[in-house]
Structure formats: C-alpha cells, structure tokens
C-alpha cells in the first residue's frame, strides 16, 4: 500500500448543522473521541489498521491562547505637572498638596517657635496656608472690629448709634495681602541679591502662616480696654519679629553676608511694626465719650469705627 493512503480517514471537524443560528445557541460537546484524539496527537490509522511513521505525525496544537487586548500591561501614566504651563490648574495644584494635619502642625510651629519653621515646611512648602491664614486674619480683623465697636457704644454714655464703617473690610483686605507679598518679596529679593540660599515658596510659608499669630490678637482685642488692646498688639508684634528673625537669621549669618543681615533684620522690624500699628489704630481705636463730652474711661467709637 503506497504512503498516500495513510492519512485517507481525516476526520471533518466541521458539523454543518451548526451553522444554524439556534444550533449556534444549543450547549455543544466539545469532548474529544478516541479517533480525534488521534488526530490530535498525530497517531493516525490507516485503514488496514497500520500505524503512521514517526516523521508524518501532525504536531501538536499549541494550548497557548492569545491574551485579550484588556488583559495587556498599560503603560504607566506620566506625571505632566512639573511640565504643565504656569497658567494652567495642574502647575499650582502642586503647591497646594498637604491636608488639615500638616496645616495644623505648621500653624501650632508658628504660634509656638521651638524649633526651625523653616525646617518644618522646607520638605512640602505649599501655599494653601499662606493664602487662607491672611483671609481668616482680614474676617477676624472685620468681626472683632465690629464686635468692639458695638460693646463699647453700648456701654457709653452717647445717645449715638453705632454704625460700622464697611470699608475697613478692603483696608483689611489690602493691608493684609499687601504686607504678605511685600514682606515675603523682599527679604527673597535681598537674600537672593547678597547669593543667600533662601526660597520665595518658604518665605512665603513663614510670612503666611506666621499672621496666623493676628487671629487670637484681633479676636482679644474686642474686649473694651484700651491698655489690653495696646499690649496685645504689642504682643503679637513681637511674636511675629521674634519668629521671622528666628528663621531668616540663619541664612545671612556668615561674616561676608553681615550687610545683609543688618538690612533684612531692619525690613522684618520695620514691616511687622507698621501692620501692628494698622490693627491697632485702624481697627480698634477709639477715643473716650461721655454724656459730658470727650474725657477718660475705655474705648468708645465715635466715628463709624474707623482710627482717629
């Protein structure tokens, strides 16, 4: 018998009765018989029952399926907010990345100096609470203010009523902002003027959080005294001298940097006094009324609330 008739009894896999779209839908065996596992593992019969020759056998499917394309690795996703533009959301959203925990700690660090600010926030400086301590100072400058006002119209003797003057809220707001910005801007300016390693972001962290030494101030300052007005502010003028002197004075203090030491020093003292003036004789200055006229006692607004 010729090598042609080996392979005469191939099995047609093929059921044509499973074209049909109901039959497509039936439960199918897939099991295979003796014959087609054969087939499948190359041991073909002939049909006098002779066995194939170990060349002609068929090979094996491969059992190796393809993966779905779900099933692929994706590539990782790349991180485009060191590279975006600064007008864009995802290029400040960075300087805005701490929680209420972090805020909390580096505001208690400003009210209590123990240690280095500066180290605190130099790891993650952010702008989340040089921004929203400034606000919450102007709305507590504004409350207290009012509040101040109206205790002491109501416990002098004038038949006047007591009217807030709504513009000390953006005098508040300009005030506050202004002394940020110019504050943090210059002693950047002047350290990075004398080659001094001092950042504009942490500058920023020690100006704005250090105002959030002004919140309990403005807020003791509704009480009607004069004197404890007067000592409060002080209070927290040198709160606030005594915290940014703390944290800057080490970047200038090699011999060759004496100059600018001298001059950043003056600038902090400087600043930090006239913001202290402001809030004191611009939120809660009062002069003293009775039914007599002008004389001695406590505070009393005679003037909308405004300095005089």
């Not at 600064?86 to 123990?114: G, K």
């Not at 002693?187 to 962290?205: D, H």
């Amino acid at each position: 018998m010729s090598k042609s008739t080996n392979y005469e009894a191939l099995l047609d896999l093929d059921d044509p009765q499973l074209d049909s779209a109901q039959s497509q839908l039936e439960f199918q065996n897939f099991v295979l018989n003796s014959a087609e596992q054969n087939l499948v593992s190359g041991n073909v019969g002939s049909s006098s029952g002779q066995r194939t020759s170990s060349n002609s056998a068929a090979p094996a499917p491969s059992q190796t399926k393809p993966s779905p394309a779900f099933a692929q690795p994706q590539q990782p996703m790349t991180n485009n907010t060191s590279t975006s533009a600064f007008w864009t959301i995802e290029f400040y959203a960075r300087f805005f990345d701490v929680d209420s925990s972090d805020v909390a700690q580096r505001i208690i660090a400003a009210l209590i100096p123990r240690d280095s600010f500066m180290d605190k926030i130099s790891a993650n400086p952010d702008l989340y609470g040089p921004f929203w301590i400034p606000t919450t100072v102007i709305f507590s400058l504004f409350i207290s203010s009012f509040i101040a006002g109206s205790i002491n119209s109501y416990l002098s003797d004038s038949s006047k009523e007591y009217v807030y003057d709504m513009t000390l809220l953006s005098f508040a707001s300009t005030v506050v902002y202004s002394y940020v910005g110019i504050t943090a801007g210059l002693i950047w300016a002047i350290g990075k003027y004398f080659a001094c390693p001092v950042k504009i972001l942490e500058v920023m962290g020690l100006v704005g959080y250090g105002m959030s030494i002004w919140v309990p101030v403005s807020v003791l300052c509704a009480i009607p005294s004069a004197f404890l007005r007067s000592i409060l502010v002080l209070a927290g003028f040198a709160l606030t001298s005594y915290l940014f002197i703390t944290n800057i004075n080490p970047f200038f203090n090699e011999p060759s940097r004496a100059a600018a030491k001298t001059i950043v020093l003056t600038v902090i003292v400087v600043l930090n006094a006239a913001i202290a003036l402001a809030f004191r004789y611009g939120f809660f200055a009062f002069v003293a009324e009775t039914s007599a006229g002008v004389g001695k006692g406590e505070d009393v607004p005679v003037k909308s609330g405004a300095a005089v």
